[in-house]
């Protein structure tokens, strides 16, 4: 059993040196000309094809076997992802998993801009001025990344049926970066108590996926996005924009009722991982209207540890 092990254990190692090389050779066609054309991107879909082949593979000698063996596989690996973009096509973050203590952490760069408001909407505000202080931007960056690492973190945890005793805890960590970052952060300063709106938008290949890439991605923020807003729905529970956007950062879309109703993007992974069909409609979770951080959405957690362990009987710890 340990030849087989080691055969598997090795074709990992294969595996993940294949996506690497395919990753430059991404970056190397945007380099050239900035965009990646038709007969490029059939040559990358063409190799990912065989990468995704290898991965299947992988995924059926793991099946295969014993409890016993699944668990010396697991503690053995060695599990860290760059640039991850869930299975949603919307998101980017790093992936690093400790199988020692079940870490799973999840980290999101981002780089802090702060544009400096209009003054016409200070005008009489004497005590507030429609541009950033120094201080002001250190304070609003560090309460950022204390929100989300506090309301994203530590929500629910991951069970493998096959290793009993070992459970996975999500860690989410923020961090500020001057270059390399997942979404680059454009907050805007309004006067206190106002509402602008906020946004995250990805940089989206021919494929219709974000790229997994850095220093590409943005996120329109205002300086009031921390705090509680009420979104004139029937639901009396009121948000902070900054949380909901950040559901966005890591695969989630919206799930409020709107003008343009469709698919939520992380509906098949809410199915597959509760059995549970999500309906757009204006709810208290996070990514509708309210606040509430619920198992849905954790999906793309759930799916990020399957892809970087190759091991696909995770599930939730009920």
Same mark, same amino acid.
């Given at each position: ?31 050239? /000309?900035?965009?990646? %054309?038709?007969?490029? +991107?059939?040559?990358?879909? /063409? ?24 668990? =010396? ?20 973050? %790093? ?17 802090? %801009?702060?544009? /400096? ?17 120094? &201080? ?25 049926? /096959? ?48 790229? =997994? ?20 729905? &029937? ?31 992380? +509906? ?27 198992? +849905? ?5 759930? =799916? =990020? ?14």
């Amino acid at each position: 059993m340990s030849d087989k092990l080691e055969k598997i254990n090795k074709l990992e190692e294969n595996i993940r040196a294949m996506e690497e090389e395919l990753l430059k050779y991404q970056d190397l066609f945007l380099a050239n /000309d900035g965009v990646i %054309d038709k007969a490029e +991107q059939n040559m990358l879909d /063409d190799m990912f094809a065989v990468v995704n082949d290898a991965v299947e593979a992988l995924f059926v000698q793991k099946g295969k076997l014993p409890p016993e063996i699944t668990f =010396a596989v697991f503690m053995a690996g060695k599990y860290k992802k760059t640039n991850y973009v869930p299975l949603t096509g919307i998101g980017l973050f %790093d992936i690093n998993l400790t199988p020692s203590d079940g870490r799973l952490e999840i980290l999101t760069k981002v780089k802090f %801009d702060f544009i /400096d408001g209009n003054p016409t909407k200070f005008a009489g505000k004497k005590k507030e001025s429609n541009i950033w202080s120094t &201080s002001e931007k250190k304070k609003w960056a560090a309460e950022y990344i204390t929100l989300i690492e506090g309301r994203w973190g530590g929500k629910y945890h991951f069970i493998h049926p /096959d290793m009993i005793g070992v459970t996975v805890f999500v860690d989410v960590e923020v961090e500020e970066v001057a270059s390399g970052w997942h979404y680059e952060l454009n907050i805007t300063k309004i006067p206190e108590g106002d509402f602008k709106g906020s946004d995250v938008s990805h940089f989206i290949d021919k494929s219709g996926k974000a790229l =997994a890439k850095t220093d590409k991605h943005q996120g329109n923020f205002d300086s009031e996005d921390m705090d509680w807003k009420h979104k004139g729905t &029937s639901v009396k529970e009121s948000q902070m924009g900054s949380v909901h956007e950040y559901g966005h950062m890591v695969g989630l879309d919206d799930e409020y009722s709107d003008s343009d109703p469709g698919k939520i993007a992380h +509906q098949t992974l809410v199915r597959d991982a509760l059995g549970t069909v999500l309906v757009e409609g204006n709810y208290q979770d996070v990514m509708s209207v309210g606040n509430h951080i619920e198992k +849905q959405h954790y999906v793309t957690f759930l =799916a =990020a540890l399957k892809d970087v362990t190759g091991l696909k009987k995770w599930q939730f710890k009920k």
